[in-house]
């Protein structure tokens, strides 16, 4: 029903930012309850933050708030990833994903998750 495809990643260094994209196809976008997930290797794909369809509903991984906002734009099919103040640790391939599933939070888990992006590498070097 979705497909997705991110972009915006890159190297940066410690403390820069990066904006990252992710474009989807298909008429109901809207409907989709959107998350970021990363992947650094040697590790499993951990969540980052999600948004309501709405936009009036965000939520993020301790270790990035502060730092990164997640944002939509629906008459544009697009999600946002603005990540500042990059750490090393950061370092990871971000993947972009949907779901429709209705509830009053916002999922947080793999499983949740319906659709997928193939992923964009951001690098934060020291």
């Known amino acids: 029903q979705v497909q997705l495809v991110e972009s915006g990643g890159g190297l940066v260094q410690a403390g820069g930012s990066l904006r990252l994209s992710c474009a989807a196809s298909?008429?109901?976008?809207?409907?989709?309850?959107m998350g970021w997930f990363r992947q650094a290797p040697g590790k499993e794909r951990e969540f980052v933050a999600a948004?309501?369809?709405?936009?009036?509903?965000?939520d993020y991984a301790d270790s990035v708030k502060g730092r990164f906002t997640i944002s939509r734009d629906n008459a544009k099919k697009t999600v946002y990833l603005q990540m500042n103040s990059l750490k090393p640790e950061d370092t990871a391939v971000y993947y972009c994903?949907?779901?429709?599933?209705?509830?009053?939070?916002?999922?947080?888990?793999?499983?949740?998750?319906?659709?997928w992006g193939q992923g964009t590498q951001v690098t934060v070097s020291s």
């Open positions: 994903a949907a779901t429709q599933t209705s509830s009053w939070y916002l999922p947080h888990h793999l499983s949740e998750y319906d659709y």
């Open positions: 948004i309501s369809r709405s936009s009036g509903n965000t």
């Open positions: 298909g008429r109901t976008f809207s409907t989709y309850t």
